[in-house]
Antibody, heavy 118, light 107 residues
């Protein structure tokens, strides 16, 4: 069974940093591209970032480019999102999601809450 | 970035009703569109891929179609468990973009 478990969400002050993790199991992690998606409270879904299976191709949404960094460790079956210079508007539930041949966001984790507030 | 314009933003319907939700892409994206369902407090779930492909395990009352840059999600007979929010997502290019979402509420 495919499982994606996010962790690392916390309360952080504006301007601060946080690293989210996504632990993958139930599939061969190193062969699948991965994404991060977020959802602000009461708002819609926002795609944030993509990383290819080997980590060599990366894309970001303009809203996080230059502040967030996606990475992965295939030996540890883990995906990461380093978030710097956090703003109030980054408050959201953050999801990791695995790609498949047919769809970008085929499997989702349960999400982790990041709150940016002073 | 490709803009996905989803409508309506919300709708009220009764069990058994036929419901349609539309997404319009700002440019040609081929069939590269998925539909997702999200229940409150839960992660989204893939319903439809490649505009009209029914994801395994999803009831056949859900269907998707495409006409040019217009995409439609249809629920043929609304069931109690279908009251949720629905989102389209273009996976034609990066950045990926979602529609604004449609909340389906009980009338």
């Amino acid at each position: 069974e495919v499982q994606l478990v996010e962790s690392g969400g916390d309360l952080v002050q504006p301007g601060g940093s946080l690293r989210l993790s996504c632990a993958a199991s139930g599939f061969t992690f190193s062969t699948y591209a991965m994404n991060w998606v977020r959802q602000a409270p009461g708002k819609g879904l926002e795609w944030l970032s993509f990383i290819s299976s080997g980590g060599h191709t990366i894309y970001y949404a303009d809203s996080v480019k230059g502040r967030f960094t996606i990475s992965r460790d295939n030996a540890k079956n883990s995906l990461y999102l380093q978030m710097n210079s956090l703003r109030d508007e980054d408050t959201a539930v953050y999801y990791c999601a695995r790609e498949s041949v047919v769809a970008t966001l085929y499997y989702w984790g349960q999400g982790t809450l990041v709150t940016v507030s002073s | 970035a490709i803009q996905m314009t989803q409508s309506p933003s919300s709708l009220s319907a009764s069990v058994g009703d036929r419901v349609t939700i539309t997404c319009r892409a700002s440019q040609d994206i081929g069939n590269n569109l998925g539909w997702y369902q999200q229940n409150p407090g839960k992660a989204p779930k893939l319903l439809i891929y490649a505009a009209s492909g029914l994801q395994s395990g999803v009831p056949s009352r859900f269907s998707g179609s495409r006409s040019g840059t217009d995409f439609t999600l249809t629920i043929s007979s609304l069931q109690p468990e279908d009251f949720a929010s629905y989102y389209c997502l273009q996976d034609y290019n990066y950045p990926r973009t979602f529609g604004q979402g449609t909340k389906v509420e009980i009338k």
